[in-house]
């Protein structure tokens, strides 16, 4: 139940599942702690066909064509909307969480790297937060879109030296990160942690998210 008297953070997911989607257990530590501070959340995804589809259990590449909005429903018991229905002014803060998703469907990071480009929808919804000056936290490898939405933006995911230096091509400066610690760009109003970069479990996984998503309602 939405109250007028609550923070009220926006979730952008990638669909669902570490290795083409969103990282599950990401996704609902950050929901957890958004309510666990007395704050309300919408989730949304792009209506878009995701990159492709891996079985979590080999690993391998399988023929079934999966729509990153419909996918994202899974881990939010169906209460999400289209990004296209995200309004910008109706939000004090935005949250990103990880999972390969984010470099394969919300932008194609994972397959061109620097050379990467991000989602159109995505990019727009990302860069009005920005340009509002709102509160926003990304985690993971969500942090690598922000090149494309902030000038450089000060930012973690985590120790990984090639991801670190293609971020900082790209024009950001990367903090090496704990996994039970953020990093906090405070001009940008931007918190960042490794999550899943460096999480082997889901206790190391919470430590940093708990973090950051106390530290974006403070700044929201």
């Known amino acids: 139940m939405e109250r007028n008297d609550m923070k009220n953070i926006a979730v952008i997911l990638a669909g669902c599942g570490v290795f083409d989607g969103s990282e599950i257990n990401e996704v609902v530590l950050t929901l957890l702690h958004i309510e666990k501070n007395n704050a309300q959340y919408q989730c949304f995804a792009p209506d878009i066909e995701q990159y492709h589809t891996i079985n979590h259990i080999t690993g391998e590449e399988i023929a079934q064509p999966r729509n990153v909005l419909v996918e994202s429903a899974r881990i939010t018991r169906g209460n999400i909307k289209s990004l296209a229905e995200l309004d910008v002014t109706q939000f004090d803060a935005l949250i990103v969480p990880g999972g390969f998703g984010v470099a394969k469907n919300l932008s194609d990071f994972a397959i061109n790297g620097t050379n990467?480009?991000?989602?159109?929808?995505?990019?727009?919804?990302?860069?009005?937060?920005?340009?509002?000056?709102?509160?926003?936290?990304?985690?993971?490898?969500?942090?690598?879109?922000?090149p494309f939405i902030y000038h450089k933006p000060q930012l973690t995911i985590g120790n990984d030296s090639d991801t670190a230096e293609a971020l900082s091509t790209l024009?950001?400066?990367?903090?090496?990160?704990?996994?039970?610690?953020?990093v906090i760009d405070k001009s940008n109003k931007l918190v960042t942690t490794p999550a899943y970069m460096l999480a082997q479990s889901i206790m190391d996984a919470d430590a940093g998210i708990d973090k950051l998503v106390r530290n974006v309602l403070a700044m929201s």
């Open 171 to 182: 024009g950001a400066e990367h903090v090496e990160c704990k996994v039970n610690d953020i």
């Open 116 to 146: 990467a480009k991000v989602n159109e929808a995505v990019l727009s919804a990302c860069k009005a937060f920005a340009d509002a000056k709102k509160a926003t936290g990304y985690m993971c490898i969500a942090p690598a879109l922000l």
